[in-house]
């Protein structure tokens, strides 16, 4: 006869389950590690031929605005000459320097001012 022994059980094999239980804990570990990982792809910086618009106290003066439009047309020399022009005429000749500096596509026309 096949009779088991009195006080033991047959039961189920108890390898599966743990085999499952580590399969869902390396699971879990691995996507709490990834969430809490850096974004690997900063966002990129917006390009230099990219519309400017700077906010210093009021309105850009006309002569700025001017300035503005021909250094991002690639037109350097005219963007100078009318940056030399609007602050030829401009009553706070400091304050309208620091919004040109201010203005990306000015930087280099700026640098400029001194030839």
């Keep these: 006869m096949n009779a088991l022994p009195v ?4 039961g189920a094999s108890k390898g599966p ?16 590690w990834s969430l809490s990982r850096p974004d690997p792809t ?4 917006p390009p230099d031929d990219a519309p400017v618009t700077v ?9 700025l605005a001017g300035a ?7 037109e350097q020399d005219a963007a100078l000459a009318a940056l030399r022009a609007a ?3 401009a009553p706070d000749r400091a304050a309208l320097l620091e919004q040109a500096r201010q203005v990306p596509a000015l930087q280099s026309v700026v640098d400029r001012l001194g030839e």
């Design 7 to 10: 006080g033991r059980r047959r």
């Design 17 to 32: 389950i743990w085999a499952v239980l580590g399969v869902l804990l390396v699971g879990a570990g691995l996507a709490a």
């Design 42 to 45: 900063p966002a990129p910086p």
């Design 55 to 63: 906010t210093v106290g009021s309105a850009l003066p006309p002569g």
């Design 68 to 74: 503005i439009e021909l250094a991002q047309k690639g």
């Design 87 to 89: 602050l030829d005429g």
